[in-house]
């Protein structure tokens, strides 16, 4: 084990990737030399370890700034049995790309008889929290689940980056991965080993009796931080994060709720059409029973996400929205007095 | 030995040149106010990498080396055209009169950029490169239904100027407005400031031609001007103005020149450019040669430049104090312009939001709404 940021997490596992197979190539804008710092080792391309020096331009290609291009193209290199990862840089760009995704690389499979696979990854960051204003942060991950024939996973944390972006390359179907840019300095302890996270298996972070949130990509560390606030005024949380939002782990957000009777759920995408609302209509249809309160949502309202500091940073979920959500559905008043989480 | 194929009509030394088809169109003075418009920009530009530096503003696209691309094509617009910038289009916002802390407060992040593009000419920042080629696409083809186009009224007649880098050419909606503006004949001058990197990807994961001569399989001409020459410059966008005002349709510009600085202040450009490209394109600044042509040529003293770098100073000592004085924006106007008519989802919306922000005791009293 060695501790690992979210970021150094992707490296390892793209780098375990390429070591791993020939047929895995690494193309996107700004990928030669390792802007992002996931193409590499670490920041430095003089850290040992720099991709484009370890496998050479044909395995790893800075591309023409032109997204439909990349997307396109990624898309008829897999059909020659290329396996490539797509860095797609910024996900607001994702929508330059759209007739691609949504018409060819999700729908190839069906349109060939099957006989083609779409073994793509697409990588994006949503630079959400910084500041960069309107056409830098969206968090579009919702709008592709809609759309059938793609695999979306949102992971939290360093290992589950690396097993589960591990595992994506071993799909055949196209997979796109939303990275939350807030949790790229984020640290733990990582297998260095090969491992991978099957897509479609939720995490339990902390177990609870009294209500159960599930938390997505930037919200679980949010989420964990108001279940362990709340603890100390007695109510006891889940934090369950799904990790992937298809495959969805139906069972275990389902059985959760079983349990405690009670679901927030906490996504920093727009409100509408959400994947707090898939969720939460998933919950209604299949654990109606069990609800002792009603579902609530904590996301991002339907507004565009402004420049300003002062204005962005609340409007995304965070571990006071998530505590008071949990204490409205358990019917327990807010605390008179100063928390942890409102010394802010 | 001058290149035929680049318009310059001033040398980096700072000598005159000829070229068959171009000649600057104004005298001693015009080149004076021009230099005055490249020191004040480089000027902006130098604050505003200090004040990022400083912590003001959140982050900063510099136009360093380019003054002479933008001040030159922007000084050849008229009041009724209209351009349509990058992020990086700080020279030519100043000459539409556009106020730098307008810029400013956007790179603040107080605003999405307050200047009124009516009144100034001048459109908004775009971030997602190459959108607002089809946006002066679009523009030009309405003033064709205006009724701008053509009249033999000079006051009248109106063009429309895009700015894009030479990465956006690689971009479908680039290409798309080529194809637009030539079907429909629309007054628009595709100016592409090939600054030479996208970032990191140099020219050469753009193009494999030079990228002026894209135009002709589009059906319009395209010159290369030397993009550091700011009376070349001038002379190149004002006749390709004047073709898309007479309704001869558009024209590619290819500003050749590059970017001195980093990408943004968020860019560290040692990871993937040598030093000595850098040192070569210094002997070539696009300032420098005016001045040297001014002191030599025109006789220019030192009372011209003090009171230039005086103006500068000046002007520096109101940024700083501008920006510092920036008041945050109120934090519900984020609601304000979603939509004409707010929605009642997002009117719930923004009532659970307000009252979110209520539960906080010593909130922002009085800025919020
Ligand atoms: C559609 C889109 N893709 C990618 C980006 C990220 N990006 C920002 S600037 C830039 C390079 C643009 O280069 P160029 O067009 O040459 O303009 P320059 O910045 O050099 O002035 C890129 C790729 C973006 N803003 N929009």
């Known amino acids: ?344 | 030995m001058a290149d035929p194929d680049l318009v310059q009509l001033l040398t980096p030394e700072g000598e005159r040149a000829e070229h068959p088809d171009y000649a600057f169109a104004g005298d001693d003075d015009t080149i004076r106010s021009l230099y005055r418009d490249l020191v004040l920009t480089r000027r902006i530009d130098t604050e505003a990498t200090a004040l990022q530096r400083h912590g003001e503003l959140g982050i900063w696209a510099s136009l360093l080396g380019q003054e002479a691309a933008q001040i030159g094509s922007g000084r050849a617009l008229r009041r009724q055209d209209h351009a349509f910038p990058t992020y990086r289009e700080h020279g030519v916002a100043w000459t539409r009169g556009v106020d730098p802390l307008s810029l400013l407060s956007l790179f603040r992040g107080v605003d999405q950029g307050s200047w009124d593009p009516e009144a100034t000419g001048f459109g908004l920042y775009t971030i997602v490169i190459g959108a607002q080629t089809l946006h002066a696409t679009g523009y030009a083809m309405g003033l064709q239904r205006d009724g701008v186009v053509g009249t033999d009224d000079p006051d009248r007649d109106a063009a429309v100027i895009a700015y894009f880098g030479d990465g956006a050419t690689s971009q479908g909606d680039v290409n798309e407005a080529f194809i637009w503006a030539s079907v429909f004949n629309a007054p628009v001058v595709f100016f592409c400031q090939n600054n030479q990197w996208a970032i990191s990807e140099p020219i050469d994961r753009q193009t494999r031609i030079p990228l002026y001569q894209r135009a002709s399989g589009f059906g319009f001409p395209g010159v290369r001007v030397d993009g550091n020459d700011v009376l070349a410059v001038h002379a190149a966008t004002q006749a390709a103005l004047q073709r898309a005002r007479e309704g001869s349709g558009p024209t590619l510009i290819e500003a050749f020149t590059y970017r001195m600085g980093a990408h943004t202040t968020t860019d560290d450009p040692t990871r993937y450019r040598l030093s000595a490209d850098l040192e070569h394109w210094k002997l070539k600044d696009p300032v420098e040669r005016v001045h040297a042509y001014l002191t030599r040529h025109v006789g220019a003293g030192e009372d011209f430049f003090s009171e230039i770098a005086e103006e500068a100073d000046a002007l520096a000592v109101r940024l700083r104090e501008g920006t510092r004085a920036m008041a945050d924006p109120s934090i519900l106007s984020v609601f304000d312009q979603v939509y004409v008519e707010e929605s009642a989802e997002l009117a719930q919306q923004r009532d659970e939001h307000a009252a979110y922000l209520d539960s906080f005791e010593d909130a922002t009293d009085g800025a919020r709404r």
């Open chain 1, 1 to 344: 084990m060695t501790v690992m940021s979210y970021l150094g997490a992707i490296g390892a596992a793209q780098r375990e990737a390429m070591e791993a197979d020939e047929r895995v190539i690494i193309i996107g804008e700004d990928v030669e030399a390792n802007v992002y710092g996931t193409t590499g080792a670490g920041k430095s391309r003089k850290d040992k370890g720099d991709f484009l020096e370890m496998f050479g331009k044909n395995r790893i290609r800075n591309t023409p700034i032109s997204e439909e291009g990349i997307v396109g193209a990624a898309a008829g290199a897999a059909m020659t049995g290329l396996r490539p990862i797509v860095d797609l840089s910024y996900s607001s760009f994702l929508y330059m790309a759209m007739d691609q995704f949504v018409n060819q690389v999700a729908k190839n499979r069906y349109m060939f008889g099957g006989q083609a696979s779409m073994p793509v990854v697409f990588r994006s960051a949503m630079f959400y929290g910084l500041s960069t204003g309107a056409h830098h942060s969206d968090r579009p991950y919702p709008m592709f689940m809609n759309v059938p024939g793609l695999k979306i996973i949102t992971p939290a944390t360093p290992s589950d980056a690396k097993g589960l972006l591990r595992a994506a390359v071993d799909s055949d179907d196209p997979v796109l991965t939303f990275e939350a840019c807030t949790l790229w300095g984020s640290k733990e302890e990582v297998d260095e080993a090969e491992y991978r996270i099957p897509l479609g298996v939720a995490r339990t972070h902390r177990e609870g009796s009294d209500v159960t949130v599930v938390a997505i990509s930037g919200a679980v560390p949010e989420a964990i931080k108001a279940a362990n606030a709340l603890a100390e005024e007695g109510l006891s949380v889940e934090v369950l994060d799904p990790r992937t939002l298809v495959p969805l782990d139906r069972e275990a957000i389902v059985a959760s709720v079983a349990r405690t009777g009670r679901l927030v759920v906490a996504d920093p995408a727009h409100r509408t059409c959400g994947a707090a609302a898939e969720i939460s209509a998933l919950v209604a249809e299949e654990a109606f029973g069990s609800l002792r309160a009603p579902i609530v949502r904590v996301t991002t309202p339907d507004t565009q996400i402004p420049f300003s500091p002062a204005i962005e940073k609340q409007l995304y979920p965070d571990a006071m929205k998530i505590a008071a959500a949990v204490r409205r559905v358990c019917d327990v008043p807010e605390p008179a007095q100063e928390t942890a989480l409102s010394a802010r």
